[in-house]
C-alpha cells in the first residue's frame, strides 16, 4: 500500500472519484449481524453498533455509511495522507493504527461489534489481522469486508475491453501492481476466514469476461472483464456451501457509480499502479488520457462530460466472531 501512503499522493482525487459504496451493503451487514446475536441487536435511535471500526478506512467512505447505524465509529489506517482527506463526522474519529494491532489505545479488547473492510484486507498481513480482530471484536461480532476489481461500463463493453488492457497488459500498467493484487482479482474467493458462519455475496454474475457470457447464460448482456481466477470464483456462487462458507449472488449491486469520460481519467490516476508506472516512465503521464479518449471513439462518445454508468465486480464477505454456539449461516440472507 505504499503508494497511497507517499506524501504526495492526492487523497482528495482519491476520495472524490473512488467508487463508493451503495447503502445497501449496511443493510444487508446489519440485517446479518441482528441475525446471529442472541437477543435484539437494535439499540437505541435505531443504531445496531454500540462501537465500530474500520479498517485501512482511506478516505472514510465506509465510516459514512456505518456512522448511522453506530454510536461511535474509528476508522484506522497506516497513512497519515489518506486520513487527512477522511470524511468528517461527529461520532466517527480517525487514528493511524496498523490492522494487525496495535489499534488506537482508546479501543479495548472485546468491545467492538463491528469491524469493516473495505477494498484493504489484500494489505494485510492476514494471521496477525484475523487474530487482532477475533481479539478485539465481541462475541458474535460481525466482520464486514468489501472487495472490487475491475469496472464494466453499461452498453460500453469495448470501452471496457480497453481498460482491461490498460490494466492487465505487461507493457502498460499490469507490472505495476503492489503485491495482494492477485487477491482483489479472485474477489478474495480462496481465503480461509477463520471466522464463522461466512457469506460470500458476489455481484450479479453477469459481471465476468465477455468471452465467458454463453458459459454464465447471460446472452449478449453487457459484461466486465475478468481475469480466468476470478472466473473460477463466480462459478461458485450458485447458493454453494463450501469449507469456507456459502457462495451467493448478492440481491443488488453494492458498487455503482456514474462517472464521465473526465472522471474516470481522474479515478484511473488514483490506481497504484498507475502511481507506480508514473515513476518509472515520467515521459507517460498521459497513459491513463491516451486510452480513455481510445474508450470514448470506439464506443462513439464525443462529449467529456457524458455519463456512463459504472458497475464494479464485488465480493462482501460477512461473517462472525467464534462463539460457544454456531449457527446457520443463511440465516442473515
Known amino acids: 500500500m505504499s503508494a497511497f501512503s507517499d506524501q504526495d499522493f492526492n487523497s482528495a482525487s482519491y476520495s472524490a472519484y473512488r467508487p463508493t459504496y451503495d447503502r445497501s451493503v449496511i443493510r444487508q451487514v446489519t440485517t446479518y449481524h441482528a441475525a446471529h446475536q442472541i437477543t435484539d441487536a437494535t439499540s437505541r435511535q435505531g443504531r445496531h453498533f454500540s462501537l465500530a471500526v474500520d479498517l485501512?478506512?482511506?478516505?472514510?467512505?465506509?465510516?459514512?455509511?456505518?456512522?448511522?447505524?453506530?454510536?461511535?465509529?474509528?476508522?484506522?489506517?497506516?497513512?497519515?495522507?489518506?486520513?487527512?482527506?477522511?470524511?468528517?463526522l461527529p461520532n466517527v474519529q480517525y487514528s493511524v493504527s496498523p490492522a494487525e494491532g496495535p489499534w488506537d489505545a482508546a479501543i479495548a479488547p472485546g468491545s467492538v461489534d463491528l469491524v469493516t473492510i473495505a477494498q484493504g484486507a489484500h494489505w494485510f498481513k492476514r494471521p496477525q489481522a484475523w487474530h487482532q480482530i477475533q481479539r478485539m471484536l465481541k462475541p458474535r461480532g460481525t466482520l464486514a469486508i468489501v472487495g472490487y476489481s475491475f469496472v464494466s461500463f453499461g452498453g460500453k463493453p469495448r470501452a471496457a475491453e480497453l481498460l482491461w488492457k490498460l490494466a492487465t497488459a505487461s507493457t502498460l500498467l499490469g507490472p505495476f501492481w503492489e503485491q495482494g493484487r492477485e487477491y482483489v482479482e479472485t474477489l478474495l474467493g480462496d481465503w480461509h476466514i477463520p471466522f464463522d458462519n461466512v457469506v460470500r455475496l458476489y455481484s450479479p454474475p453477469g459481471l465476468v469476461a465477455p468471452s465467458h457470457r454463453q458459459q454464465h447464460g447471460q446472452g449478449n448482456k453487457t459484461t466486465v472483464p475478468a481475469s480466468s481466477m476470478c472466473l473460477e470464483g463466480l462459478k461458485r456462487i450458485h447458493s454453494a456451501q463450501t469449507a469456507n462458507g456459502w457462495y451467493l449472488p448478492a440481491p443488488e449491486s453494492y458498487m455503482r457509480k456514474t462517472l464521465t469520460p473526465r472522471e474516470i481519467v481522474l479515478y484511473l490516476q488514483t490506481w497504484s499502479s498507475?502511481?507506480?508506472?508514473?515513476?518509472?516512465?515520467?515521459?507517460?503521464?498521459?497513459?491513463?488520457?491516451?486510452?480513455?479518449?481510445?474508450?470514448?471513439?470506439?464506443?462513439?462518445?464525443?462529449?467529456?462530460?457524458?455519463?456512463?454508468e459504472t458497475d464494479w465486480n464485488h465480493v462482501l464477505i460477512l461473517a462472525t466472531n467464534p462463539a460457544e454456539t454456531r449457527e446457520e449461516s443463511l440465516q442473515a440472507i
Open 56 to 88: 485501512a478506512t482511506g478516505t472514510g467512505q465506509m465510516c459514512e455509511l456505518v456512522s448511522p447505524v453506530s454510536d461511535r465509529v474509528y476508522g484506522l489506517d497506516i497513512s497519515a495522507t489518506m486520513i487527512k482527506s477522511a470524511v468528517q
Open 274 to 308: 498507475y502511481k507506480r508506472f508514473c515513476h518509472v516512465h515520467p515521459g507517460r503521464q498521459g497513459i491513463v488520457r491516451e486510452y480513455v479518449e481510445m474508450m470514448m471513439e470506439v464506443e462513439g462518445c464525443h462529449a467529456w462530460d457524458e455519463p456512463w
